[in-house]
């Protein structure tokens, strides 16, 4: 998903989950509470990669996918 986003010139914050338990607990509090997670949590998946825009976590099923999202949540910035 990095490569998309850096292909894609979109700004993004990359948070490595295995850092430490910091980052750790920050995704399992949302993989734990958010509703897009309800179907991760039922079949027992992780959920990553996570895109996260707004507040409001997006699974993303690989790159294809996340080009998709890019358009749809217009993260793609318009050349000055």
Same mark, same amino acid.
């Given at each position: ?33 958010? #509703? ?5 949590? $039922? ?7 996570? @895109?996260?825009? =707004? =507040?409001?976590?997006?699974?993303? $099923?690989?790159? #294809?996918?996340? #080009?998709? @999202? ?7 910035? #318009?050349?000055?």
């Amino acid at each position: 998903m990095k490569e998309v986003l850096s292909q894609k010139n979109v700004r993004y914050a990359y948070v490595e989950i295995t850092a430490g338990i910091g980052p750790l607990r920050q995704f399992m509090k949302i993989r734990d509470t958010a #509703e897009a997670y309800a179907p991760i949590r $039922e079949n027992h998946r992780v959920g990553i990669p996570c @895109l996260v825009v =707004d =507040d409001v976590p997006y699974i993303v $099923e690989g790159p #294809e996918h996340a #080009e998709k @999202l890019i358009q749809e949540l217009h993260l793609v910035e #318009e050349a000055g």
